[in-house]
Each structure stands twice: as C-alpha cells, then as structure tokens.
C-alpha cells in the first residue's frame, strides 16, 4: 500500500482556471528568481569569491573559507522557516513570499556591490558573510510561501502537478545563472571577470524586487488558508494557536523524518552544481566555460523530468516515485564520480544527467508530498521545516565536505560513499513516513 496520491482538500473547482494559472505562473517565477538570486552565489564561491574575500593561504584554502560562507546560507534557511512558517501559518502565504523575494533581492544586490578583501580588508569577509545569512533566511522563507500557494489552489488530484511548478524554479534558476555568468565571462577578459564581471549576475537581483511587487498587488491569498485562518482565530486565546508550538509538541518527528528523506536529494545537487565545478577546473583542469555549459544543458532537462514526475505520483502516489529517485541516486554515486574522473566533458555530461534525472524523480512530487504531510493550519511551518532541515544536513555542507574529503582520502569514491550514506538515511526515512500513511 502507498501514501494516497493526493491528501483530502478543500474543493477548488469553482475557481476560475485563469486565477490559478496566475498563481501557478507567479509562484513559479517567484521561486526561479529567488533560486536564481540564491545560485549565483554557488557558482561565485566556486569561480572567484576565494581569491577576492579570502586571499590568505592555498587555493584550497580559499575555496574552503569560500564554501564555507557558501554553507552559512543554509544555516541560517531554518531561521527564515521557523519565522516565515509561523506567520504564514497564521497570517497568510502571500505577505510571507512577498516578504522572502525583497529580501532576497537587496541581499543579491549589496552582494554584487560589496568591495572587496584588497579594498576594506576584513570588513569584506565579514559583509559577504552577513549577506549570505540575509539570503538563507529569505529562501527559507520563499520556498513554503510559493509551495503553498501553487498546491493549495490545485484542483483535485492535481497537487503534484502544481507543485511542481515551484520545483521548476530550481532547473531554471540554475540555467538562468549559468548563462549570465557564461556571458559574463564571454564579453570580458579572465581579468575583467575578476574585477567586476562577476557582479553583473548578482545586480540582477534587482528584477526580484518587482517580482515582490506583483505579487503583493495581482495575487490573492489561498482558499485553504482562508479556510484555516477562520479555524485559527477560534483558538487565538489557546496553547494550539501556534502553529510551531503544535509542530514542535506533536509533529517533530514528521519534520525529521520529512528532512531525512530529503537531504541525499539536496546534497547531491549541490555537488552537482557547485562542488563539481570547482573540482573540475581545479583538479581535473577542464575548462570553466565548458563545465558550465554541461550545467546548463543538463538542468534544461529538469524542466521536463520534474513535472513528468509530478504528474507520475498524482496518479500512482508520492512515496513510490519519491523511493524510485532514492534507490537511484544511490546506485548512481559510484560510476558518476568514475566517470567524471575520465575528465572527459562527454562522460562528465553523461555522469551529470543520469544523476539529475533520478534527483528529479525525487524533486517533482517533493512539494505536494511535505505539502500533504500536514493540515493546513501548521503547513507552512512543518513542510518549510522538514526541507529547510534537508537543506541544513545535506546542502549546506556538501560542497564544502565535498572538498575536505577528496583532500583527506585523494579519492573522489569518498564523495560516493557520502551520498551513499544520505541515500540510507532517506530510504529509512521514506519507509518510515509510509509506514505511519498506511495506519492513518
């Protein structure tokens, strides 16, 4: 027996189809700018944010302090969760997500004007730090908002679908801020780039902002938080008025099991994006352009697998496609690092996109199926938080793990056994979560 394909919801079908595809379409760009404002950073810290914040020691060295400010961002995601989740609970999807975007585009921006380490000296590190954290609290706090506010306008049996418009987001983030920098790095010189062509992608940020504006103006907030609102002002006066007091007392081990079951596919990802890269045009001497362009046109074929796995667990249920994506990125973690190592940009791509399409088979049903592990009352704080914990365990720290061990063991098959381990986990974790579905 498996989860059931859609949980019970609040009838949507007399909305009119063109409110829910505006919604759909703003939650959609709402989370590829604020992925793409969030990636650029990733790709950054690989390429040049080592030698201009973190000049002192080896390369190495750089590049760890550099990932290191890279992991803060994920630290600080639950934060922006924990905060954006209560008061989304309890005040609305919309302000939450409007809230998220703003931040995140003045974060991006001063990032793209901060001077650097040889013009202010330490003040430099400790701004990118600052705005680093700034960028984890406001997509830790975007992801639940524009989640929401596509599954919760879902027709019935359709949640997986809608959710997975704002999984797009990431493919497209992706896409988006690997050709900006491609083109960055095309129409300057290596020390043009150095010197201020790795800033264009981050001024973009700017667009974020009217983004933020839209939103607050042309959408309205969901049916089922309508719903809940009314149920929560009954209960304003008692302790269950609080959607974190009732996550943390009764559903803590729902959020853990939700984080656990994510983090191989966050961590690998990460990897994939960024640890990768700087281990492929620093140990494995391939050219940067090139690795960037196999990014590119492999995250172009999310856009396609992730809504095909959508739509597959509207039909045969969450938790079945979900373990697919699992088993898979655990069978894939041994030949993707063999066959990067070839150094071969034809093998790299094949390594990449066999990898990506079983991170996707677990990516698309990801927002309906944490969207359906809580009623609508605590929904955004407990789905924000199971994936925001996800974020923390595995993405965060992959890329910078990443570095340490293949400097500790001189193996990339260490990088293998990590994901392996993280793989365990979510299928413990998986099983776990449609063990207690089928007793309810």
Same mark, same amino acid.
């Given at each position: 027996?498996?989860?059931?394909?859609?949980?019970?919801?609040?009838?949507?079908?007399?909305?009119?189809?063109?409110?829910?595809?505006?919604?759909?379409?703003?939650?959609?760009?709402?989370?590829?700018?604020?992925?793409?404002?969030?990636?650029?950073?990733?790709?950054?810290?690989?390429?040049?944010?080592?030698?201009?914040?973190?000049?002192?020691?080896?390369?190495?060295?750089?590049?760890?302090?550099? +990932?290191?400010?890279?992991?803060?961002?994920?630290?600080?995601?639950?934060?922006?969760?924990?905060?954006?989740?209560?008061?989304?609970?309890?005040?609305?999807?919309?302000?939450?997500?409007?809230?998220?975007?703003?931040?995140?585009?003045?974060?991006?921006?001063?990032?793209?004007?901060?001077?650097?380490?040889?013009?202010?000296?330490?003040?430099?590190?400790?701004?990118?730090?600052?705005?680093?954290?700034?960028?984890?609290?406001?997509?830790?706090?975007?992801?639940?908002?524009?989640?929401?506010?596509?599954?919760?306008?879902?027709?019935?049996?359709?949640?997986?679908?809608?959710?997975?418009?704002?999984? $797009?987001?990431?493919?497209?983030?992706?896409?988006?801020?690997?050709?900006?920098?491609?083109?960055?790095?095309?129409?300057?010189?290596?020390?043009?780039?150095?010197?201020?062509?790795?800033?264009?992608?981050?001024?973009?940020?700017?667009?974020?902002?009217?983004?933020?504006?839209?939103?607050?103006?042309?959408?309205?907030?969901?049916?089922?938080?309508?719903?809940?609102?009314?149920?929560?002002?009954?209960?304003?006066?008692?302790?269950?008025?609080?959607?974190?007091?009732?996550?943390?007392?009764?559903?803590?081990?729902?959020?853990?099991?939700?984080?656990?079951?994510?983090?191989?596919?966050?961590?690998?990802?990460?990897?994939?994006?960024?640890?990768?890269?700087?281990?492929?045009? =620093?140990?494995?001497?391939?050219?940067?352009?090139?690795?960037?362009?196999?990014?590119?046109?492999?995250?172009?074929?999310?856009?396609?697998?992730?809504?095909?796995?959508?739509?597959?667990?509207? =039909?045969?249920?969450?938790? =079945?496609?979900?373990?697919?994506?699992?088993?898979?990125?655990?069978?894939?973690?041994?030949? $993707? +690092?063999?066959?990067?190592?070839?150094?071969?940009?034809?093998?790299?791509?094949?390594?990449?996109?066999?990898?990506?399409?079983?991170?996707?088979?677990?990516?698309?049903?990801?927002?309906?199926? +944490?969207?359906?592990?809580?009623?609508?009352?605590? =929904?955004?704080?407990?789905?924000?938080?199971?994936?925001?914990?996800?974020?923390?365990?595995?993405?965060?720290?992959?890329?910078?793990?990443?570095?340490?061990?293949?400097?500790?063991?001189?193996?990339?098959?260490?990088?293998?056994?990590?994901?392996?381990?993280?793989?365990?986990?979510?299928?413990?974790?998986?099983?776990?979560?449609?063990?207690?579905?089928?007793?309810?």
């Amino acid at each position: 027996m498996d989860m059931a394909p859609s949980a019970p919801s609040l009838p949507t079908t007399a909305l009119p189809t063109v409110n829910r595809r505006r919604v759909a379409t703003a939650a959609a760009l709402a989370s590829a700018v604020e992925w793409y404002d969030y990636f650029v950073f990733g790709i950054a810290a690989a390429l040049v944010l080592g030698d201009l914040y973190f000049p002192a020691g080896s390369s190495t060295a750089g590049v760890l302090a550099s +990932f290191a400010t890279f992991a803060v961002g994920f630290l600080a995601r639950p934060i922006g969760g924990i905060v954006a989740g209560h008061l989304g609970d309890k005040r609305g999807r919309k302000p939450m997500l409007v809230l998220a975007l703003t931040l995140m585009g003045l974060a991006t921006t001063g990032i793209g004007l901060l001077p650097t380490y040889d013009t202010i000296g330490v003040a430099a590190p400790v701004l990118l730090v600052a705005l680093r954290v700034v960028q984890g609290i406001a997509v830790g706090a975007q992801w639940g908002g524009a989640m929401l506010l596509a599954t919760e306008y879902a027709p019935e049996g359709k949640r997986g679908i809608y959710g997975s418009v704002v999984q $797009l987001g990431v493919p497209i983030g992706v896409v988006t801020a690997n050709t900006v920098f491609l083109l960055a790095g095309a129409f300057t010189t290596d020390a043009g780039f150095a010197a201020w062509g790795w800033r264009v992608p981050f001024l973009i940020g700017l667009f974020v902002l009217a983004l933020a504006w839209y939103i607050h103006a042309k959408v309205e907030e969901t049916p089922e938080f309508r719903a809940a609102e009314r149920q929560l002002a009954e209960r304003e006066k008692s302790e269950q008025s609080s959607p974190l007091r009732t996550i943390l007392r009764g559903h803590l081990g729902t959020v853990l099991l939700a984080g656990g079951s994510f983090a191989v596919n966050t961590a690998t990802f990460y990897i994939l994006i960024t640890g990768v890269l700087d281990y492929t045009t =620093r140990e494995l001497d391939m050219k940067k352009s090139a690795v960037l362009t196999v990014s590119l046109c492999v995250s172009l074929t999310q856009l396609v697998l992730i809504p095909a796995a959508a739509a597959l667990s509207d =039909r045969y249920g969450r938790i =079945r496609i979900y373990t697919i994506g699992a088993i898979g990125i655990a069978a894939w973690a041994i030949p $993707l +690092f063999l066959l990067i190592d070839t150094g071969s940009l034809l093998w790299l791509a094949v390594a990449t996109f066999v990898a990506s399409c079983f991170l996707s088979i677990m990516y698309g049903p990801q927002a309906a199926l +944490f969207a359906e592990l809580f009623t609508p009352e605590m =929904r955004y704080t407990g789905a924000s938080l199971g994936y925001q914990i996800a974020a923390v365990a595995g993405g965060g720290l992959a890329p910078f793990l990443m570095v340490l061990l293949l400097e500790a063991t001189g193996t990339s098959l260490a990088v293998s056994g990590y994901i392996i381990a993280l793989s365990a986990i979510a299928l413990i974790s998986i099983k776990v979560l449609a063990g207690r579905a089928r007793s309810h």
